[in-house]
């Protein structure tokens, strides 16, 4: 099964237009985006964008654990990024893990932040706790310690939440309402 997956991939990229050395993009994306590894939400088809413009990290739950934030950093503070969109959708697995309890074992470094937010919103329904999530993970970019933090605490990095709608293949823009919000978010 998986063999026959793998010659999919590469017979797709054979046949794939594949820029020569000399026309590669450069790396100056316009935007940084930590979305979920869902394979339904590519953030480069679901912003329309071409090669080379986004600096996109992507973790089931859009969640900003160790790794997503070095990458963040790394785009704000070598790449100049000043833009950072937090990208969730509706129907998420790590979300629904989250609000089934799952919040141990495997699952725990990516889903811990979403449990808490389920926690303290139990009669929350799935979808909207994936918005609190992107907006809890909003705060927690802020909050960093790194130049993710620095900067968009300084107003040089710009923040946005938005959820995919997997149904529609709208896009709902998300906001922080920290009433809403556990208040053990921590910084990072």
């Given at each position: 099964m998986?063999?026959?997956?793998w010659h999919r991939l590469v017979e797709a990229h054979a046949r794939a237009e594949v820029p020569e050395a000399a026309a590669v993009p450069a790396h100056r994306p316009?935007?940084?985006i930590l979305a979920c590894s869902d394979a339904r939400v590519p953030p480069s088809v679901v912003f329309d964008q071409p090669a080379g413009s986004l600096f996109v990290v992507r973790i089931a739950g859009n969640t900003a654990?160790?790794?997503?934030?070095a990458s963040l950093d790394y785009a704000v503070d070598q790449l100049?990024?000043?833009l950072i969109v937090v990208l969730g959708?509706?129907?998420?697995?790590?979300?629904?893990?989250?609000a089934s309890g799952e919040c141990s074992g495997d699952l725990a470094p990516i889903v811990e932040p979403i449990c808490r937010i389920a926690?303290?919103?139990?009669d929350a329904d799935v979808d909207e706790i994936v918005r609190l999530n992107v907006a809890g993970t909003i705060e927690a970019l802020e909050l960093h310690v790194g130049p993710v933090g620095v900067a968009a605490r300084s107003g040089r990095l710009d923040l946005r939440g938005a959820v995919h709608d997997l149904r529609s293949g709208r896009l709902e823009t998300v906001t922080i309402d920290p009433t809403h919000l556990p208040s053990s978010m921590e910084a990072s």
């Amino acid at each position: 099964m998986s063999d026959r997956a793998w010659h999919r991939l590469v017979e797709a990229h054979a046949r794939a237009e594949v820029p020569e050395a000399a026309a590669v993009p450069a790396h100056r994306p316009l935007a940084a985006i930590l979305a979920c590894s869902d394979a339904r939400v590519p953030p480069s088809v679901v912003f329309d964008q071409p090669a080379g413009s986004l600096f996109v990290v992507r973790i089931a739950g859009n969640t900003a654990g160790d790794a997503a934030l070095a990458s963040l950093d790394y785009a704000v503070d070598q790449l100049g990024v000043d833009l950072i969109v937090v990208l969730g959708h509706t129907a998420c697995g790590a979300v629904h893990a989250a609000a089934s309890g799952e919040c141990s074992g495997d699952l725990a470094p990516i889903v811990e932040p979403i449990c808490r937010i389920a926690r303290t919103r139990p009669d929350a329904d799935v979808d909207e706790i994936v918005r609190l999530n992107v907006a809890g993970t909003i705060e927690a970019l802020e909050l960093h310690v790194g130049p993710v933090g620095v900067a968009a605490r300084s107003g040089r990095l710009d923040l946005r939440g938005a959820v995919h709608d997997l149904r529609s293949g709208r896009l709902e823009t998300v906001t922080i309402d920290p009433t809403h919000l556990p208040s053990s978010m921590e910084a990072s």
